[in-house]
């Protein structure tokens, strides 16, 4: 079974930085690309990073380019999120996303979430 646990979510004062991690388990993480997502109250989701399946290649929303860096290690099966110069507007609940292929179907799978409040 397919989960993914998002941690390390928490209030912090703008300018401040925070660390997401997903622990995932229940299939090949190496196999697949992760990606982060958030959703402010009242906002759809939105993507916020993805990275491929070696760490190798990774995009960003604009919104969070040069501020946020996506990453992974493979033998701890756990994707991060470092988060820094946070701003208010990055308040969300941020969830852990992968496309894990269930026999002949693609499932989109997701964490719990965990929530990050920026104070200005």
């Known amino acids: 079974q397919v989960q993914l646990v998002e941690s390390g979510g928490g209030l912090v004062q703008a300018g401040g930085s925070l660390r997401l991690s997903c622990a995932a388990s229940g299939f090949t993480f190496s196999s697949y690309a992760m990606s982060w997502y958030r959703q402010a109250p009242g906002k759809e989701r939105e993507l916020v990073a993805v990275i491929n399946t070696t760490g190798g290649s990774t995009n960003y929303a604009d919104s969070v380019k040069g501020r946020f860096t996506i990453s992974r290690d493979n033998a701890k099966n756990t994707v991060y999120l470092q988060m820094n110069s946070l701003k208010p507007e990055d308040t969300a609940v941020y969830y852990c996303?992968?496309?894990?292929?269930?026999?002949?179907?693609?499932?989109?799978?997701w964490g719990q979430g965990t929530q990050v409040t920026v104070s200005s």
């Open positions: 996303n992968a496309n894990i292929l269930v026999g002949a179907k693609l499932v989109r799978s």
